[in-house]
């Protein structure tokens, strides 16, 4: 694995690049693009991904967001989905500079929300040609609707006025409000895939320095609040998906919903007995997504012949 950087505008992007285990620079790889859940880091579960990605002969990146982890950019703790979004393509500019990545075999796997930003990415970027999923989530449309999706999207536009009247204050000089990616005290009420990610954000199980569990609330809410990461997807989406989900997790609803609209290649994973967070790090459930993730990327990161 090597530290490494690249540009998106003036911001520095900070990533791990995982390598084959017998890399050979002459060569040429087929090249994955990880891509970490809100409020996660590259040392988490995208590197954990790229990392086996990497055993299996590809070669992968995982980078920490704008304005997140160890990338520049401020003001701090910024979710911007359209930065996020902007942060995949710049790191596919990053794997077509080096001379033994193929700069027609690159894919993406996202992880949550990361997987929503993956699928968007490939809908405009058709420099990825396969794109891949793991407990993928539209944080969006989960902003909107809640965990469950119960809810009308209408329903979250009250916590927008709370949020302009924050916004008011901090232009006048109050302190600058952060909110949680996942609850700091879960409690009864608590969806169970909620209290699983808290576990693993928050302490020894998944926690990193680097990955803090908040977003500047006044400034990141308005741009996740309209946010769709599955707009025009039946027209855009030509690449092949993969979708894995476990049959227990309760944002397992933006999976199927995904499958049922994509209108090309598709294939939908539901893992029986896990849940959302599972396949952060559970060995059973990363071992059966990265196996399907292999056969996947092996079958679509083809040679294409160039006109």
């Known amino acids: 694995m090597e530290a490494i950087t690249f540009p998106h505008g003036r911001i520095r992007m900070a990533g791990n690049l995982h390598l084959p285990i017998d890399f050979d620079a002459r060569s040429s790889y ?139 204050a901090e232009a006048g000089g109050a302190e600058v409000a952060t909110s949680t990616y996942v609850p700091r005290e879960p409690d009864a009420r608590t969806p169970h895939d909620l209290v699983e990610a808290h576990e693993y954000q928050v302490t020894a199980r998944g926690g990193h320095p680097n990955a803090q569990n908040r977003y500047l609330t006044a400034r990141s809410t308005p741009r996740i609040a309209a946010f769709d990461a599955f707009h025009l997807v039946e027209d855009l989406l030509t690449q092949p998906i993969l979708l894995v989900a476990g049959s227990e997790a309760g944002s397992l609803w933006h999976s199927t919903g995904l499958h049922a609209r994509v209108r090309g290649p598709k294939k939908l994973v539901i893992v029986d007995g896990g849940g959302h967070t599972d396949f952060y790090d559970v060995p059973k459930y990363v071992d059966r997504a990265v196996r399907e993730a292999v056969r996947f990327f092996t079958g679509t990161l083809v040679v294409r012949e160039r006109e």
Request: include cysteine.
């Open 30 to 168: 087929a090249a994955v693009v990880t891509v970490h859940p809100g409020g996660g880091v590259k040392e988490q579960t995208a590197g954990l991904y790229a990392a086996r990605l990497a055993d299996e002969g590809f070669v992968a990146l995982a980078f920490d967001a704008s304005h997140q982890g160890e990338s520049g950019g401020e003001p701090r703790h910024v979710e911007d989905p359209a930065a996020r979004v902007e942060d995949v393509r710049v790191a596919v500019d990053y794997l077509q500079t080096l001379r033994y990545v193929d700069p027609e075999r690159i894919g993406a796997l996202g992880i949550c929300a990361g997987g929503g930003y993956a699928v968007h990415a490939t809908m405009t970027d058709h420099r990825i040609r396969a794109v891949a999923t793991v407990s993928c989530v539209d944080i969006g449309t989960t902003w909107r609707r809640g965990w469950y999706g119960a809810d009308l999207d209408a329903a979250a536009a009250p916590a927008l006025e709370d949020v302009a009247r924050q916004r008011t």
